[in-house]
């Protein structure tokens, strides 16, 4: 199986910031890449997919970038609502694995 | 409008059988795979398993032999059957659907139904 390691695991940051999560697959996953947002009790939230692809509807604010083993997630500008928990999502090879998530919140 | 809603029995004693149903509507399952993944309370998310578009699944071997998907396409539903629970399984059960053949992304996500394992 690919295994996901995600970090920080917990972010702090102020208001109009900018925001890096990171998260290195065990083999290259050639840009089969997601990223999700989860609020408390919500399911999660699809932001990004092929590594660096904005989902429809999604702020611009947010963005992906990587390839081969390493990706990261980018928020500029936070915003109160951006609190909640991110999560990478791998989609080359089965069985499906994802990050360990990262704890945002506002300083 | 795509959607997915789980329903569950909420409470399941060990050692017994899970049994959960996805309904689904706005699109085919003919057309599009479902997938199932959970999530431990306060933990991250695991993928379980999926059935295709033709109807073949696939399962999460770390679940071993415990797991069955199938589905009614006439109804519009999916079903996930795991046998021999333990407390471990206790996770918010989703069903997903992903953005179509080979784009293994998950656009669309249940409510999500949430299982306890205990006696």
């Known amino acids: 199986d690919i295994r996901m390691t995600q970090s920080p695991a917990s972010l702090s940051a102020s208001l109009g910031e900018t925001v890096n999560i990171e998260c290195l697959a065990s083999?290259?996953?050639?840009?089969?890449l997601a990223w999700y947002q989860q609020k408390p009790g919500k399911s999660p939230q699809l932001l990004i997919y092929?590594?660096?692809s904005l989902q429809n509807g999604v702020p611009s604010r947010f963005s992906g970038s990587g390839s081969g083993t390493q990706y990261s997630l980018k928020i500029n500008s936070l915003q109160s609502e951006d609190v909640a928990t991110y999560f990478c999502q791998q989609y080359n090879n089965y069985p499906f694995t994802f990050g360990s998530g990262t704890k945002l919140e506002i300083k | 409008q795509v959607q997915l809603k789980e329903s569950g029995p909420g409470l399941v004693q060990p050692s017994q059988t899970l049994s959960l149903t996805c309904y689904v509507s706005?699109?085919?399952?003919?057309?599009?795979?479902v997938h199932w993944v959970r999530q431990p309370p306060g933990k991250g998310l695991e993928w379980v398993g999926t059935i295709w578009t033709g109807g073949n699944t696939y399962h999460n071997s770390a679940l071993k032999s415990r797991l069955s998907i199938s589905r009614d396409t006439s109804k519009s539903q999916v079903f996930l059957k795991m046998n021999s629970l333990q407390t471990e399984d206790t996770a918010i059960y989703f069903c997903?659907?992903?953005?179509?053949?080979?784009?293994?992304?998950?656009?669309?996500w249940g409510q999500g139904t949430l299982v306890t394992v205990s006696s």
């Open positions: 083999e290259d996953i050639y840009s089969d």
């Open positions: 706005g699109f085919s399952l003919t057309s599009n795979s």
């Open positions: 997903t659907r992903s953005h179509g053949t080979y784009y293994n992304w998950f656009p669309y």
């Open positions: 092929n590594a660096n």
